[in-house]
């Protein structure tokens, strides 16, 4: 009877049903990460294609192991501008560093729910300036204050230390946000633990969250080197044009970046040399930047804690 009950019931399909709704959600998804891949490649085609140009013209040795940059004569050679924008960068990162550190640490172990509802809208703030008015910033109020400190006669008009300390301010919100998240997904147990040993909270930040965090704390960092070394207008207006090799940041120096803002203004003649050689600087920067982010995610495999 049983046996019977059971052969008339309906049977239940288990089989794996399709559901369109998912698969497409899914294609999108595929198609939004394989898009943005093919632009990446298509950006590097570009650049490269005519960075050939260039390099047909200019050895790879003149190019890297020159020290003069004057395109009208026939010179060059990366390294003054690849001077400047790594005194740029060294400059704003020795602002950034250690104020968007602090920032980070004030925020996860020290900062009320009330201070932190002060600080982050701030924070958000100062990201959200767009980079010509920081440019203005460094010319107008950054350069006459060094000149007061340094004299006048020592800090010129346009120079890199200014556009360096203002590129440094712009950063400071990403290396904090990024660390003080590094910071936050430490558990909560190595905290309580290290209170409960005796440690003070200074002790328990600085020896234990913070070296739990520091994966997360070294990608910030080189994230925000990547930022600064692609900064534009900041050194486009404040940093000076020409280029100068010089250690002195007190003086005009022209970036990487800033020299491309300015050729590409002017009267350039389609396939020139002097046309090719931004798409030279511009493979140069895409190569620096994407070097930074290998290393980044070295970083963080190698350093990365697992917590259970």
Sequence with gaps: MQENKQ???????????????????????????????LTTIGIVYELGKE?????????????????????????FGIWPLLNATLMTTLIAMLVALPIGLSIALYLSEYATHKARQTLKPILEVLAGIPTVVYGYFALTFMTPLLRSIFGANVVDIYNTASAGLVIGILVIPMVSSMSEDALSAVPRSLRE?????????????VKVVLPAAIS????????????????????????????????NPFEAAETMTGHIVRISGGDLSYDSIDYNSIFAIGLTLFFMTLSLNVISQRIVRRFREVYE
């Design 216 to 247: 997360g704390i070294m990608a910030a960092f080189i994230v925000s080197i990547s930022r600064a070394i692609g900064e534009t207008m900041i050194v486009a207006v404040a940093a000076g044009a020409g280029s100068n090799f010089t250690f």
């Design 193 to 205: 633990a290290a209170y409960g040993l005796g440690a003070t909270k200074l002790e328990t930040a």
């Design 7 to 37: 052969a008339n019931s309906p049977r239940v399909d288990l089989r794996k049903k399709r559901r369109w709704g998912e698969s497409l959600i899914q294609a999108s998804l595929f198609l939004a990460g394989a898009f943005s891949i």
């Design 51 to 75: 960075a050939m140009h260039f390099f047909s013209q200019v050895s790879l040795w003149e190019y890297f192991s020159g020290t003069k940059w004057n395109p009208q004569i026939g010179q």
